[in-house]
């Protein structure tokens, strides 16, 4: 009977090594030794890497959607709760002084055109993210605090990619400049 | 003595490959059987598959370049540039029905952490379209169709990475929308 322990660092070792390397440059004995446990313990936990992926990937979706808790704050105004997300975010991309870029974007230019299960759950994740964007950004146009000229989806859609496409100049760089910029950008000119 | 044309048949051959695959899901084997040519050879013409990558990848640069000559055509308004550069671009990522990317953002995000000449050469081959950008909307500015509430450089650097998230989504979507929203926001609000 596998133990519930083992598993557990196997996910913990293993979204550490596939944020920073990537999946393709990550084998399981990488894993299995990052973890501690014995290499021939992985598929007991595991049907494949495959499955570890979309583990580890639901596990950094999950954490970063706690730094989206902030978007729901009615304490704050819309604009408050936007600065703030991003904030977060790119407090998240500096503990790893802008090397790893985010898992997310990572796994989607590297697998999306490879394992059809993880570009599932990729397309669930952006679409999540978006529509958490859109609320706020409605709210922002309902009170005329944010620009009203194209619709809350359109603006929150293009706003969420630009993101990805800021930190995957973040990682290239190893940069904090991309990401401030986007911030910059985004709100004191696209939502104004 | 090495002959040129195999050396041409394997950076042609990986450049289909490393775009559709990756750079790490692709073997030295994969790169040789695909280019027809005896495995052996490979090591004849580069010192290694980073070698060939990066070779692979300033041949991809210089591609896209000819696509970037639009926007230093005088016969046309800037944003006429920025719209025929946009479609242009959108057409390259039809034409592999939007599943391979961008290889500049793909290694960007699986190599940047990997390879240090690799992210030199991609670092300069973003400054380099950054400052295309930046020439193009300055002129925009000049001539007052484009807003000149941003300098020119920082809302083109923005421009630039926007495009890299929009491309990253495509790829996870396979979906020419993101690429359509891409040019939708930027040019009919935030160069307005």
């Known amino acids: 009977m596998a133990k519930p322990n083992v598993k557990e660092q196997i996910v913990t070792s293993s979204l550490e090594l596939l944020h920073s390397k ?4 990550t084998s399981v004995q990488d894993i299995t030794e990052a973890a501690g446990v014995p290499k021939g ?5 595991f049907a494949s890497k495959e499955a570890l992926g979309l583990e580890v990937l639901q596990r ?5 959607g706690t730094l989206a808790t902030v978007l729901h704050d009615a304490a704050l105004t819309p604009r408050q709760r936007l600065q703030q ?3 977060g975010m790119i407090a998240g991309n500096a503990a790893n002084d802008f090397q790893h870029g985010c898992l997310l974007g990572n796994f989607s230019t590297e697998l999306s055109n490879q394992i ?4 599932s759950a990729m397309q669930a994740a952006f679409d999540g993210s978006s529509a958490q964007l859109t609320a706020v950004i409605a709210a922002g146009q309902q009170d005329g ?3 009203s000229a194209l619709p809350a989806a359109e603006l929150a859609g293009f706003v969420n990619d630009a993101w990805q496409g800021a930190v995957l100049r973040a990682k290239a760089e190893h940069s904090r400049a991309p990401l401030e910029r986007f911030v910059r950008v985004v709100l004191d000119r696209l939502l104004t």
């Open 145 to 147: 605090s944010i620009a």
């Open 85 to 87: 997300y991003f904030d």
């Open 22 to 25: 990537g999946f393709n440059a």
């Open 41 to 45: 313990s992985f598929y007991n936990h």
């Open 116 to 119: 059809p299960a993880m570009r």
């Open 60 to 64: 950094y979706v999950d954490a970063v």
